[in-house]
């Protein structure tokens, strides 16, 4: 029997603010590259599987699109190799979306303490987000508590 971890997160993205007034462009855009992601990603698995979408507005989202993940995996106590291709691959969909904000819990069956990652965007980033065209998020603040 061998270890597990648990890791879930949300995603969180602004209204959009740039002159087109379609205040559900960024959240249409999300959407699409979400259901773009592969089904049967490699091990560690950042693939469609593990996002779950909001349901369109007023129901499932009023202002910001909140976009969940998860999944329970097998974990390596004696390595962290797989945890940094795992984060590696979760940062190369961050890049392709449009978010204000990125919550990621992980819970490891022999840590006694749950592991926080926060992702915030940099100034730049946040005005290319609203920028004519907008560019996804290229860089952030990552925590980890």
Not at 83 to 98: G, I, M, P, Q, S
Request: charged residues 25%; aromatic residues 12%; glycine residues 6%.
């Amino acid at each position: 029997m061998g270890h597990e971890v648990v890791i879930y997160g949300v995603i969180v993205a602004p209204m959009y603010a740039g002159d087109d007034c379609d205040p559900m462009r960024l959240h249409i855009r999300n959407e699409q590259i979400i259901r773009s992601l592969p089904r049967d990603g490699d091990w560690p698995w950042v693939d469609l599987s593990i996002f779950a979408l909001p349901g369109p507005q007023p129901m499932g989202t009023y202002r910001r699109q909140v976009i969940h993940f998860g999944l329970s995996i097998k974990d390596d106590p004696g390595s962290e190799t797989w945890l940094a291709t795992w984060l590696e691959k979760f940062e190369n969909v961050l890049r392709l979306l449009f978010w204000s904000s990125a919550r990621l819990h992980m819970e490891r069956d022999f840590e006694a303490r749950r592991r926080e990652y926060t992702w915030t965007p940099s100034e730049q980033a946040r005005a290319a987000m609203n920028a004519d065209p907008p560019e996804p998020v290229g860089s952030w603040e990552q925590v980890c508590a």
